[in-house]
């Protein structure tokens, strides 16, 4: 039993652990200073009307180049920065670069109804997060309108009591509410009648195979149905095939956002984009 024991702690030194908590911490240890090393950039994905293919908003993606590591993918690092609390700084210049950006292209003479930000849980439950919201729309000179914020059932889940507080001061401001990845989350709709949104985002997961699988079909079709009935618009992401487009657009679905229009563009290239279906 006593040698047993020592073969187990024996096991937790084990060297492909050892090398995946240093691995941790050398991506914490450049995450923290990613900002000051101005290794961060946007991206922008349209966000198309279905009805007639124009582009009406944009997403805002957020891209890490660091110069040990290269370019990590969000769903690798912002976990890391939701755990360190690094998020909230990181979070704070998604907001602010977005605002800046829009205000650039409307004085190019791009018209955009609005810019959309990915917003953590961790970020939005900071006690400083709606004066950072409402100071970036101040410095830019941009109504609330013009700012969407994208946040995830996970901030439902960590609710500790001040979201829908938030929510609705953020609403009286104009500034747009969705919340994405919709059903991949954990909570319940109930809570859809009590906040103040704009919109549902339905992401990869569930339109990945429509309309091939029924079953994903029949889910899409109830976020739609639940979302008009709430007076919400819908957004299909992960728009690949025209069959997807084709689906949504049956179905009544508002926007459309997926390689099949673009790629997540840098800001320039986004500038010169024209939807695949435009005309005019
Ligand atoms: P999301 O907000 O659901 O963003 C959509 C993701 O799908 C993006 O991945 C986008 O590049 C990708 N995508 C767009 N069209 C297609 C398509 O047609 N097919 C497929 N397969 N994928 C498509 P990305 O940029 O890697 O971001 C991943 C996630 O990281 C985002 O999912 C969001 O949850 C998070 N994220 C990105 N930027 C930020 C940010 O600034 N702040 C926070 N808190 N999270 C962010
Ligand atoms: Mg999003
Ligand atoms: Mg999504
Ligand atoms: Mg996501």
């Known amino acids: 039993e006593a040698k047993r024991r020592g073969r187990d702690t024996w096991q937790a030194f084990n060297p492909a652990l050892a090398q995946q908590l240093s691995d941790r911490l050398v991506l914490e240890t450049q995450l923290r200073r990613a ?6 950039h946007l991206v922008y994905q349209p966000q198309v009307d279905l009805a007639d293919g124009s582009l009406l908003q944009v997403e805002a993606l957020l891209r890490w180049n660091n110069r040990l590591l290269g370019p990590m993918r969000p769903d690798l ?3 890391v920065a939701e755990t360190t609390g690094d998020i909230v700084r990181i979070g704070a210049w ?6 800046r950006q829009l205000t650039a292209w409307r004085a190019q003479g791009l018209s955009l109804r609005r810019v959309a930000v990915n917003v953590s849980y961790r970020q939005f439950l900071n006690e400083d997060f709606e004066q950072h919201v409402l100071g970036a729309l101040r410095r830019y000179g941009l109504d609330g309108d013009s700012l ?4 995830t ?11 829908v ?3 609705q001061h953020l609403k009286s401001q104009g500034v747009a509410i969705s919340i994405d990845d919709f059903g991949e989350g954990y909570s319940s709709l109930g809570y859809l009648k009590r906040l103040p949104i704009d919109a549902l985002k339905i992401g990869h997961h569930f339109m990945r195979e429509v309309p091939a699988s029924a079953t994903d079909a029949v889910i899409c079709r109830s976020i ?3 979302a008009h009935s709430l007076g919400l618009t819908v957004v299909g992401e992960g728009v690949e095939h025209d069959a997807q487009r084709r689906f949504l657009l049956e179905h009544g679905a508002d926007l459309a956002q997926g390689y099949l229009f673009a790629r997540p563009l840098p800001a320039s290239e986004l500038a010169a984009y024209r939807p695949p279906g435009e005309t005019a």
């Not at 059932?153 to 979201?163: A, H, M, P, Q, S």
Request: hydrophobic share 45%.
């Open 165 to 167: 507080d938030t929510l």
């Open 35 to 40: 900002l000051e090393q101005d290794e961060f």
């Open 224 to 226: 739609i149905q639940i």
């Open 94 to 99: 998604v907001i602010d670069e977005a605002c």
């Open 148 to 151: 969407e914020l994208e946040i």
């Open 77 to 79: 690092f912002i976990p």
């Open 153 to 163: 059932e996970r901030v439902l889940l960590e609710d500790d009591g001040d979201v």
